[in-house]
């Protein structure tokens, strides 16, 4: 009996301390999506042809800003690189200017081969609507420490939403179980070596969680080796909250068939 009690005690304050935990975790999330330079604001995202593009509010443009001048000018593609008005504005080594016209903010993007304009709108009608990030109740048993198994000179073919297709190095796979069976991800690279990016997919997809899947940033290795994979903490991709992102989708690896009942759900564009 005091076994049992001591075990409902433990979850008990594990829960209030994971709670207070990803409340602090959620604030940030928001704050980062809220932001100038967050999702939310996406108001556009236009492919370049090569040669002349024009911008503008008029629809007599190639691609029309909204509550813009009527005209706002040429984008130029050539060489790999993207002119604007005369200015140098992408450079194939992939430098790019923001360009602000009233509460408009565009800078040009590369996937793959091609050139696109991703327009900002701080006004925009995504980041008005937004009302905050539902998730599910922080859970011990999503809290897991998995196996690393290295993977030196791998690559990972990546499609993203748009349909194009790129390679991406994956340092390794992360290995782990779930009521007593055992599961693999491919790693992609995090913010340091130690660190691990995963893009990943589960039985919750299309109901109560979004349907290209989520993400998971892994922190560190712990003192024996395993990495922790901490599911409280999945989160949407961009394309959760906005038409006009271009986010990677999970491979075939990485489409469990397990129902993971933590993190971020989703409930389509706000």
Known sequence: MKKILFLCLTMLAFTARSQEDYTGFYAKREASLKSETGWLNLAGLFWLKEGENTIGGAESNDFVFPHAEASLGKVILQNNQVLYNNLVIFTPEGKSTVISHQSLRWFIIKRGDKYAIR???????????????????ADAKWKINAKFIPTVGKKVTIIDITGRSYQEDSPG????????????????????????????GDATNKTSTYGGGRFLDTKGFNPDGTVTLDFNQAYNPPCAFTPFATCPLPTKENKLIIAIPAGEKYAGHH
């Open 119 to 137: 327009l900002r709108d701080l006004e925009g009608e995504y980041l008005k609507a937004f009302h905050g990030i539902d998730h599910f109740p």
């Open 173 to 200: 796979l992360l290995e782990f179980q779930v009521d007593g069976k055992t599961y693999r991800l491919e790693a992609g690279p995090g913010e340091t070596k130690e660190d691990f990016f995963v893009v990943f």
